[in-house]
């Protein structure tokens, strides 16, 4: 396990640990399964992905208040994999919201909208057995809330609900799976990744000229998802976002004040210990 160490000031009496882990991507499946995701399972699944998440969960309970999962944490919807999320996500000490992954049915093969993830979500049964869409618990007086943006947007309603945990007065920590467009992060992601969309949420026109006209579809943003980040980025109560989705380590301002981790693979043995203090 590769891990990165943050700490955060916002001014609690007593530190609060959380372990930022995202992208697991694990990928089983068995004989309840059938042959086109066997296959997937047999060229994407490596025994590493489940030892690092075990191991990610082991060092949590061992050092940090909280695990928080950024979603990923299938590579896609099968019989196996939904049995090994929902164990894993019925643990208390596991705060867990979706990414696309998590919806995938053979990873990439349609145009995933809200239809596309009611149906693998209805499949699973009702999701993991936990929210998957919008999620908040409370640690040692830190607000983590989660929120689905899988899909590179966020929705009115999560809007609404966001606004309802920030009248709990609690500092808020955000945790979702896409990051927020941010001009260095975008930069980076050109360099390090040439020929591809950045996969940040929020772009503009301007930005969005780099991408194919695919890319630029899927993520032009909505006007409800501009009202969301533009709340966020006023909202003094929100101290953090945690995001993941690219598969490494940055951190950048998404403004003046309020910071933006994105953590690398969990598949890759990454996770980011953040000490809130
Ligand atoms: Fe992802």
């Not at 396990?1 to 882990?21: A, F, N």
């Not at 894993?88 to 919201?97: L, S």
């Not at 979706?98 to 049915?105: L, V």
């Not at 992060?185 to 503009?204: E, K, S």
């Amino acid at each position: 396990m590769q891990l990165e160490k943050t700490t955060l000031h916002i001014g609690l009496e007593k530190p609060v640990r959380l372990l930022h882990v995202t992208d697991s991507h694990i990928g089983l499946a068995d004989e309840r399964d059938n042959e086109r995701k066997r296959a997937l399972a047999a060229r994407l699944s490596t025994p590493e992905k489940a030892l690092y998440l075990e191991e990610h969960i082991a060092y949590a309970k061992a050092h940090c208040d909280l695990l928080v999962h950024t979603g990923d944490l299938m590579d896609f919807v099968s019989h196996a994999n939904v049995e090994k999320a929902r164990q894993i996500v019925a643990d208390e000490d596991f705060f867990f919201i979706a990414g696309n992954h998590d919806y995938s049915q053979y990873v990439g093969e349609a145009w995933e909208d809200n239809a596309y993830r009611m149906n693998s979500y209805m499949e699973m049964g009702y999701g993991l057995g936990v929210p998957m869409f919008f999620n908040a618990k409370t640690v040692g007086g830190v607000n983590i809330v989660g929120i689905d943006n899988s899909y590179y947007q966020f929705e009115d309603w999560q809007l609404w609900r966001l606004q309802r945990e920030v009248e709990k007065g609690l500092p808020i920590i955000l945790a979702f799976h896409d990051p927020l467009f941010e001009e260095s992060l975008f930069q980076y992601h050109l360099v390090r990744v040439p020929n591809d969309c950045t996969y940040l949420v929020g772009c503009d026109e301007e930005h969005l000229l780099y991408y194919n006209e695919f890319r630029a579809v899927q993520q032009r943003p909505t006007e409800a998802t501009l009202r969301f980040i533009d709340y966020v980025k006023h909202e003094p109560l929100i101290k953090a976002i945690l995001t993941g989705h690219l598969h490494f380590n940055y951190t950048s301002m998404i403004t003046d004040t309020l910071p933006q981790y994105v953590t690398g693979g969990g598949y890759d043995g990454i996770a980011r210990e953040v000490t809130i203090i």
